[in-house]
């Protein structure tokens, strides 16, 4: 008995993460109903990664909004991350609210949300946050080529208005 209560927080993280697995392999297979069913269960053993996965079962089943409140990680905790030293102890949290941030980023751009200075500003914190991570560092150059994909567009529209204006004849 003394054996199992010792062991037991990290049993308990192991048991997380196997509600985690069946969740994802739930997903894959379309059965929405165990899916969530296996992510109450790891909630209830406050396995960080469970609310990232709650927050893409709601995204599949059209619930941005929902899925975006429940990523949201609040501006004091960014704000309190970025100001402590990077310590071994602060790691997890900081890579778990990167992602969590990375993921509100893409989705709010995808739905064409945000723009401009509030995505760049994300971005900024999320690879303020977590630096080594690859993912923040690839979608911030990815939103950077729409951005000039869009200006590219504006650009060769503006020539082409200007070159069919009044007086133009073909």
Known sequence: RVT????RPSLS????????????????????RGTSIALMHAEALNIPSARIERAKL?????????????????????????????SHANDAKRTDVSER????????????????DTMRERFKQITDLTPESTDGWFHLGKYIDFL??????????????????PGHRS
């Open 4 to 7: 199992y209560q010792m062991n």
């Open 148 to 165: 000039l994909e869009n200006e590219l567009k504006s650009a060769r529209a503006a020539q082409s208005s200007s070159s069919a204006g």
């Open 58 to 86: 709601l995204h599949q089943q059209g619930q941005l909004h929902n899925a975006l409140e429940l990523l949201n990680p609040g501006e004091s905790v960014v704000k309190s991350l970025l100001k402590r030293s990077k």
């Open 13 to 32: 993280i192991r048991e997380g993460e196997e509600w985690i697995k069946l969740a994802k392999v739930s997903s894959a297979s379309g059965h929405v």
């Open 101 to 116: 941030m990375l993921m509100i980023a893409t989705w709010t751009h995808e739905a064409g949300l945000e723009a401009g």
